[in-house]
């Protein structure tokens, strides 16, 4: 089943971001219902970073 991006919601995660010991980036998703570790290169990381910032400038302007 595919989420709206724009659907609110009140579920409740847990999010860390930080790095492994192999050199990645890992973002890690936790709740009562999901565990979701996500590993990425730096290079993936700092892209992911922009996409934020990108979204939260667009987001400040509503």
Avoid: C
């Amino acid at each position: 089943m595919k989420k709206n991006i724009n659907k609110q919601t009140d579920a409740v995660t847990d999010l860390q971001i930080g790095p492994t010991n192999k050199g990645m980036v890992r973002i890690y998703i936790t709740s009562s219902v999901i565990d979701l570790p996500m590993d990425f290169s730096p290079s993936e990381a700092r892209s992911i970073a922009d996409e934020l910032n990108a979204s939260a400038i667009l987001a400040e302007k509503k």
